[in-house]
Each structure stands twice: as C-alpha cells, then as structure tokens.
C-alpha cells in the first residue's frame, strides 16, 4: 500500500439507524458533531443514519416506504442553475406556449 494516503486518526463511533434506533460501535474516522453515552458508561461520537443493514429491504426481506422526496427535491435544488443554463431559449418558449 501507499504511504500516507490513509487516514490514522480513527477512533470508535457509534453509528445509529434513526428508523429503527438500532445502534452499533466501530472504528472509524468520520467527523461528528454530537455524542452518545455507550453500554460501557464511556462517550463517543455520534453519527446519524437514515438506513443501516437492520432496516434495508434487501437484508431485511421486508419492503418498506422511503422517503424520497426531500432527496430528490435536495438534487433539484443543487441542480437548478446548471439545468437553467442547459435549456436553450427557443426550447424554453416552445415549452411555454403549449
């Protein structure tokens, strides 16, 4: 491997699946801004997941709703002024005539 390309500040975390309150603790190096009081009484950074292994359907076998629509709205907001400036002006008055 390559020298000094990998991260050597990695620590424990807690990761918790905010659909199911499932936690678990593990190594790494991700930035967080909150922390969580552990089963052993020790404190550790927190990080927020929308969807871990204990509530995917394909682990899980169990179809479940997501929501999307704050993402897909999250896309189209970022992607606003590069999509306004992809649209030329004669496709845009055929658009708004008809």
Do not use: Q
């Amino acid at each position: 491997m390559k020298e000094g390309i990998h991260p050597s500040d990695y620590r424990y975390v807690v990761f918790k699946d905010m659909s199911n309150e499932h936690t678990f603790r593990t190594r790494s190096c991700v930035a967080a801004k909150e922390t969580i009081k552990w089963e052993d009484g020790e404190e550790y950074p927190l990080i927020k997941l929308e969807i871990s292994n204990t509530s995917h359907p394909f682990y899980t076998g169990k179809m479940k709703l997501v929501d999307t629509a704050g993402r897909v709205d999250k896309f189209r907001n970022r992607y606003k002024t590069h999509r306004a400036s992809a649209v030329r002006p004669e496709e845009e008055e055929e658009n708004t005539e008809g």
